[in-house]
């Protein structure tokens, strides 16, 4: 009678309904709509420029040990007033390049005469690696120069990128490339790899020659 009378619990693991955390979903959804926005920047391909525009807002990177000589060469045949103003961007660690980008825009000056030219500016990246930086150390700076990058580039918003091969570039690009990404600006990319590249790409074209499928870099040269 006793065990008649006890009461009886209902069974919780029947009435129990597991609901799906949404975490997973939206995580899910955002990978979707990454995946789709990178196949429409792919597909969309080049931007085309309409005549007439306003002078090329134009980000230079420059390097040492010969990058920036090769870059001044390449900046002597641009006409100045298409191409203004000059980011000059560099690494933290760079002592050389800031004193012949001085005498480059004077000389500039001096050939545009009359005509007035926006002001270059000078900016400054951290680098990626130095030279002889392990491999495993650089990961933690290649990091740091990536969001000093991020930082640089989408404060410029600049119309075109141009470099030619210092490890600096790479964090750049893809940062510009983050820019079109996102939907912010379209900004073109012109590589041109050094001059003493004969028989092979430098590491930063041959980086970027594999993420142009990306539209990472939309104009890649070599001079050989």
Known sequence: LSALSTPMLPSRASSDVVSPSPIPLALALLAVLLAARVAFVWRRG??????????LRT??????????AEMLVLLRALPPEAYA????????SDTTSAAKV????????RRCGSKALLPS?????????????????????TLRALIASLLLVWRA?????????????????????SLRLAGVKHVEVAFVESFCRVESLSLSGRILMAAARLGLCQHFLVQW
């Open 157 to 177: 918003r600049p119309d075109l990128l141009l470099c030619n091969g210092p490890g600096t570039c790479v964090p750049l690009c893809a940062a510009a490339w």
């Open 46 to 55: 080049r931007s085309r420029r309409p005549a007439g525009d306003p002078p």
């Open 85 to 92: 103003p000059l980011l000059y961007t560099m690494a933290a």
């Open 121 to 141: 500016e000078m900016l400054r990246v951290p680098r990626s690696r130095e030279v002889g930086q392990s491999y495993v150390t650089s990961v933690a700076t």
């Open 102 to 109: 001085a005498a480059f825009d004077a000389e500039r000056a």
């Open 59 to 68: 980000l230079v990177v420059l390097g040492s040990g010969g990058h920036t």
